[in-house]
């Protein structure tokens, strides 16, 4: 019953709607990061993936929680539109490089479709403006993992190959995020 209620309360504290200060028509803040895609770590650079087309730039909370997990897989299932309208995605969490590399490679979530960067300190995610709430102690992911790091509010970021953001995606639930961002693609061909 205890472990039900925690992750209650965690789940709780996850769907919490976001709100992006950072809005259309201003710069996407260019950061380079380490990353994993399909369990092997590299340097991401927003400014090279902009060279090649528009880009979804995804914060979420956590690798390996309820959400976070649906909106993973929902993006892997829709990597080849994203990629048919020229667009790249990348996922960005405070979670390490480690726990990504596990997240990235893993079928049912990333399943080695899509890039996931690590913001340890937070610092990407202030520079998109979004709020990073500290972790809660004990906070244990959908595998029993104590999950230890802060949490960015889930928001989507469309960045125009410019550099522009073009729209922000938030407030809905996980899979929807991914759905309004593949309309948002869409509608930039």
Known sequence: ?????????IAGVLAVP?????????????????????????TYSLKDSLAKGPTVVYFYPSAYTQGCNAQAHAFAV???????????????????????????ADPEYCAGKLAVASD????????????????REGAKDTRGAEIGHGFAERTTFIVGKDGKVVTTVGGVAPE??????????????
């Open 120 to 135: 340890a300190d937070g610092s990407i995610a202030k520079s998109y403006e979004i709020s990073v709430r500290d972790a």
């Open 176 to 189: 929807e995020n991914v759905m309004q961002s593949l309309a948002a693609i869409e509608a930039l061909k």
């Open 1 to 9: 019953m205890k472990k039900l209620l925690i992750s209650t309360l």
């Open 18 to 42: 976001a709100f992006a200060a950072l809005e259309a028509g201003k710069d996407a803040p260019l950061f380079t990061a380490q990353a994993s895609l399909d369990g092997k770590a590299f």
């Open 78 to 104: 829709n990597m080849d539109k994203f990629e048919a309208a020229g667009a790249s995605v990348v996922g960005v969490s405070l979670d390490s490089i480690d726990r990504l590399n596990v997240f990235s």
